[in-house]
């Protein structure tokens, strides 16, 4: 069974960094899609950046040149390091997993089977 916890989340002026952390478990072989995802209160869950088998990034526009996602296939670990922090980037970070059965990988929340607890981030103007 597939586990996925996060590290990492805290309370940062804006302007500032943190760096995510997700651990994963259970994971088959390296075939697997992986991304971040952030929940803001009253909103919808929506995409952060994924990555893909090959390690091929996609990171949405709202973030891109800011935050950064990265894996290590050995330590079967995501990272999501963001710079320059907004206050509109405040939301609970979670992390995502599906193994990749054709095709390249999705931003679409609904492909992914494998959820992480989630982490808080937040940033104060």
């Known amino acids: 069974q597939v586990q996925l916890v996060e590290f990492g989340g805290g309370s940062v002026q804006a302007g500032g960094s943190l760096r995510l952390s997700c651990v994963a478990s259970g994971l088959r072989d390296s075939r697997y899609c992986m991304g971040w995802f952030r929940q803001a209160p009253g909103k919808e869950r929506e995409e952060v950046a994924i990555?893909?088998?090959?390690?091929?990034?996609t990171h949405v526009p709202s973030v891109k040149g800011r935050f950064t996602i990265s894996k290590d296939i050995a330590e079967n670990a995501l990272y999501l390091q963001m710079i320059s922090l907004k206050p509109e980037d405040t939301a609970k970070y979670y992390c995502?997993?599906?193994?990749?059965?054709?095709?390249?990988?999705?931003?679409?929340?609904?492909?992914?089977?494998?959820w992480g607890q989630g982490t808080q981030v937040t940033v104060s103007s």
């Open positions: 990555i893909n088998v090959d390690g091929t990034p």
């Open positions: 995502a997993a599906a193994r990749l059965v054709f095709g390249p990988c999705t931003t679409n929340k609904l492909a992914y089977h494998y």
